[in-house]
């Protein structure tokens, strides 16, 4: 199982730090990816962490910005969100996929029906101008 939390209300230029906490999982066996969804738009993945050998990817749009990190002892992933604007907003979920699946996280996290072992429920993240 997967909780998202963090969310909320910022304004543009300001930071939110998301958690996604894992259990009934052994975590260093899976990546854990974010992804967000706007009204109207199209699922896209944003950031990605292999919690065995520790392999980060980010998409383009949040390079420089967004700071992807795991905490083992608490079976937890961070997003840390900077210089936030508003096409930031959106729900942001995460998903957990078997590090040993060999898919890397731009396939994975392109790929619509890619089926994830497991999703959170959501958290919405509202940056406004």
């Known amino acids: 199982q997967l909780v998202e939390s963090g969310g909320g209300l910022v304004q543009a230029g300001g930071s939110l730090r998301l958690s996604c906490a894992a259990s009934?999982?052994?975590?260093?066996?899976?990546?854990i990816d974010w992804f967000r969804q706007a009204p109207g738009k199209e699922r896209e993945g944003v950031s990605s962490?292999?919690?065995?050998?520790?392999?980060?990817y980010y998409t383009d749009s949040v390079k420089g910005r967004f700071t992807i990190a795991s905490d083992d002892a608490k079976d937890t992933v961070y997003l840390q969100m900077n210089s936030l604007n508003p096409e930031d907003t959106a729900v942001y979920f995460c998903?957990?996929?078997?590090?040993?699946?060999?898919?890397?996280?731009?396939?994975?996290?392109?790929?619509?029906?890619?089926?994830?072992?497991?999703w959170g429920q959501g958290t919405q993240v509202t940056v406004s101008s």
């Open positions: 962490i292999n919690n065995n050998d520790g392999d980060i």
């Open positions: 998903a957990a996929d078997r590090v040993d699946s060999g898919i890397t996280p731009a396939q994975r996290m392109s790929d619509p029906s890619y089926e994830y072992d497991t």
């Open positions: 009934g999982l052994t975590f260093a066996d899976y990546s």
